[in-house]
């Protein structure tokens, strides 16, 4: 498949100063919930970049897609 | 009474809030032979009520473990004052989609312990509900194509071996005797060097178990309440005080959540997140042939199982959509690639059509165990996260949560199913589970 779902955005823990209990929760817990979602993929069979979509989790309808922050970043430091 | 009955008003005994002493009438030979001679209509397997102000247990999903939980409250319990409500009908969601196989060659001790007493509960059941479930034994073959899942099989043997359950690991001529149009031989892409071979396991008609419960509740005095969507569920502090529906409020201490796909949508309602996400999960059934196959036919690395139904429909099933949704439509991409990796297995069934495909919703959970038991919410218990083994774990896991609600004591044989496990790391990880690849 050219696109792999990698799962709800969430914002990850400083790794430093995350509690296990912290950590876990980021890892675990999941909202799932059954409306419009912002969720990151990955465009394997392509630019190989992870990006970030709106899709409505009941009808599977996608409004919007963008890289996500931290791939902007990535890109402007190798000035692509 | 009112003897005008019209096509949408039920019969006067199965009247909204109404009960009689002799209703249902038991099934039997002589029953079927009355009604036969008589071409008279058989009365309803369960009531409707009316939604009464307060329950001592309110069970949320009535499907096969909400149903089996409160069979078991009121058979081994005593505990009857239960509603079971439902946004759709008896059965409409996982209970009613999926591939009704039901085996215990688990990898997990735990697992094979707790997936081992359904196996028994299921033997009896047809006699304990005076309703035929038609499960047939036939035997569970799961497919080895490489040498790391060939090591898993015998690791699952001798997990089950040593919890006193029939299985073996058999190489490719001893499966071609037991399936004859299996393509046993080297020429394929994924050649078939072995199998897990587990007699006890087979398959159950899913409808028949869940009309079964339905009725064994009923008949016991537990309330089945369809159409009944629940809104809201209302708590004081940390405690659960009540159940807002569609049909009005419910006042009870004790809530159960058995959504399984939709159980994060009910969890949201008190304030819970869980290590859940809902996957659908397809299926599909050709058109009856002569019994061909008198086993079920796993392959973890084709993610494909098939079962030969009593009318001779071949059901195929597969893994779960590689994305998170609750749309239950199906895909083209499903039935090619599905069509595709049962040719590889049996290629004389090529000819066959598929008649038709649907999805269920399998609330998927990061070690392939379920989260059964309390929550940090008082009265809030939680039968979810049942993935794609929920159907064989049905009866079990009504027995068990009947137990843990009656006693407010977590049964040993789900001890290690808590929600706590994610938080404190004790994950279980069933890698026999039919949607994990080898």
Redesign the interface.
């Known amino acids: 498949m050219e696109f792999r779902a990698a799962g709800e955005s969430k914002k990850r823990p400083d790794v430093n100063t995350a509690t296990p209990e912290q950590w876990r929760t980021y890892l675990y817990t999941k909202s799932n919930l059954a409306d419009w979602v912002t969720e990151t993929w990955y465009h394997r069979a392509g630019c190989r970049r992870y990006f970030a979509i709106e899709r409505h989790t009941v009808t599977n309808e996608i409004r919007t897609s963008r890289l996500p922050a931290a791939q902007i970043r990535l890109d402007e430091s190798k000035g692509s | 009474m009112d003897r005008q009955v019209n096509e949408t008003s039920v019969p006067s005994n199965t009247r909204p809030g109404k009960s009689t002493a002799k209703y249902p009438a038991k099934y039997s030979a002589f029953s079927l032979i009355k009604h036969g001679l008589a071409k008279s209509d058989w009365p309803r397997a369960w009531r409707e009520h009316d939604l009464k102000k307060t329950y001592d247990v309110v069970i949320i999903g009535a499907g096969i473990h909400g149903l089996a939980t409160a069979y078991y409250l009121a058979t081994n319990h005593g505990i009857t004052n239960i509603a079971i409500v439902d946004k759709g009908y008896v059965g409409g969601g996982g209970s009613g989609r999926n591939t009704s196989i039901v085996r215990s060659n688990y990898l997990t001790p735990e697992g094979v312990r707790f997936y081992n007493r359904s196996v028994h509960l299921y033997q009896d059941l047809s006699a304990d509900l005076n309703f035929n479930i038609m499960f047939g034994q036939m035997g569970h073959l799961t497919l080895a194509h490489n040498d790391s899942s060939l090591r898993t099989m015998r690791w699952r043997a001798e997990v089950n071996k040593l919890e006193g359950i029939d299985s073996e690991v058999i190489g490719p001529d001893d499966i071609k005797q037991i399936v004859p149009y299996m393509d046993t031989s080297t020429n394929t892409r994924y050649p078939i060097v072995g199998a897990l071979f587990h007699p006890p396991g087979g398959t159950v008609r899913h409808d028949a178990v869940n009309w079964g419960y339905a009725r064994g509740a009923d008949v016991r005095g537990c309330e089945i309440h369809q159409n009944t969507e629940v809104l809201g569920i209302t708590t004081i502090g940390d405690e659960v005080t009540g159940v807002t529906t569609n049909r009005g409020q419910i006042s009870t201490k004790i809530v159960v959540n058995c959504t399984a796909g939709?159980a994060?949508?009910i969890n949201?309602m008190v304030g819970l997140?869980?290590?859940?996400?809902?996957h659908p999960l397809q299926a599909a059934v050709t058109e009856p042939v002569k019994k061909f196959l008198n086993t079920v036919v796993v392959s973890g690395s084709l993610h494909v199982y098939v079962s030969q139904t009593d009318r001779g429909e071949l059901v195929f099933g597969a893994s779960t959509d590689?994305?998170?949704?609750?749309?239950m439509r199906g895909s083209l991409e499903f039935t090619e690639e599905l069509a595709g990796h049962v040719l590889e297995l049996i290629p004389s069934i090529a000819k066959m059509r598929v008649l038709r495909q649907w999805a269920g919703l399998c609330d998927m959970t990061?070690d392939f165990s379920p989260i059964m038991g309390f929550t940090p919410v008082k009265g809030y218990v939680v039968d979810v996260g049942w993935g794609t083994y929920g159907f064989k774990a049905g009866p079990v896991s009504g027995e068990a949560m009947a137990q843990l609600i009656a006693t407010q004591r977590v049964p040993d044989i789900i001890s290690t199913f808590d929600f706590a496990r994610?938080?404190e790391?004790r994950l279980v990880g069933e890698k026999g589970a039919a949607a994990v690849g080898h």
Not at chain 2, 273 to 278: A, H, L
């Open positions: 939709w994060s949508l949201a997140k869980m290590p859940i996400v809902t590689p994305y998170a949704s609750y749309s990061p994610f938080a790391g």
